[in-house]
C-alpha cells in the first residue's frame, strides 16, 4: 500500500515534470510565426500553385552573430526584358514574429533582378524567398540561418 | 530618435548606354517593429517605413515593401539599366504619413 502510493507520486511527478518542460520548450515559440504561417502567407499570394526550384540565389550568411541586421541578398536569373523579366519576388522568416520581411516589384528597366537590404531575426530559423516571372512561373529557394544574438529586442 | 530621417543615395553620375548600374539607398530611421515593450512593459507602437520606391522620369522602376523585419536604419540597393539621361526619384513612405524624398540626376553619354 506504503510502496504503491509511492509509485503514483512518482508517476505524477514525472508527469508534471514532463508537462512542465514541454511547456517550457513551446512557451518562448508561441509569439512566433512558424511554418504555417509562413506557408499561410504563401498562400494568400498564390493560392496553392506550384514552385520550382533554381533561378534564385538567395544570400544570407549561414551564421548571423547579431540578429538585428542580418544582410540577405536576392538575385533572380531572368533576362530581364519587356517579355521575360521578374515580376515579383518575397522573402519570409519562419521564426520571427511575423512572417513577412519584404517584398520587391522589379520592372524590365531595372536590367537585373537582384537587391539588397538588411533584416531582423529573432532566433536561428530558415528563410524563404520566392520569385514570380512575368509568364506566371513561380520560383522558391530556402536558406537557414544561425542566430547568436537574436533581434527581437525585447 | 525623434530626428528628421535623412535618405542617402549612391550612385554613379554618369553611365554608358546600355550599362548596368547599382543603386545603394540607406535612411536613417529607428523603424519600431511594433514588437517591443518599454521599461512599463507597454508595447511600443509600430513606425516604420512601409515602402520604399525608385523611379525614373517619374516611371517607377523597383518597389520594395518593407516589413517590421527590416533592420534600424534600413539599406537597399537594386540595379538599373541605364538609357537615357534623367533624375531618379527615390521616395520613402513613413507609416505616420510622411515621405522622404531624394533626387539624383543621372547623365547617359
Redesign the interface.
Known sequence: MVLKSVEKTRRETLAYAAIAGLAALLAPRMSMADEQAVAAEINKLYGDKKFESGKIKLDVPEIAENG???PVTVDVESP?TESDYVKAVHVF?DG???P????????P????A????????AQTQNVVCLAEMSNGKLHMAKASVKVTIG???? | MATTPTPRVRLPAQAKPGELIEIKTLISHEMESGQRKDAGGKVVPRKIINKFTAAFNGKVVFEADWNPAISANPYQSFFYKAVDSGEFTFTWKDDDGSDYVAKNKLTVA
Not at chain 1, 513577412?100 to 520592372?107: A, C, E, N
Not at chain 1, 528597366?109 to 537585373?112: N, R, S
Not at chain 1, 537582384?114 to 531575426?121: G, P
Open positions: 538585428l541586421v542580418v530581364m522568416a520571427n514574429p511575423l513577412g520581411i519584404v517584398s520587391y516589384k522589379f520592372t528597366a531595372c536590367g537585373k537582384s537587391a539588397s537590404t538588411r533584416m531582423r531575426l533581434g527581437c529586442g525585447g
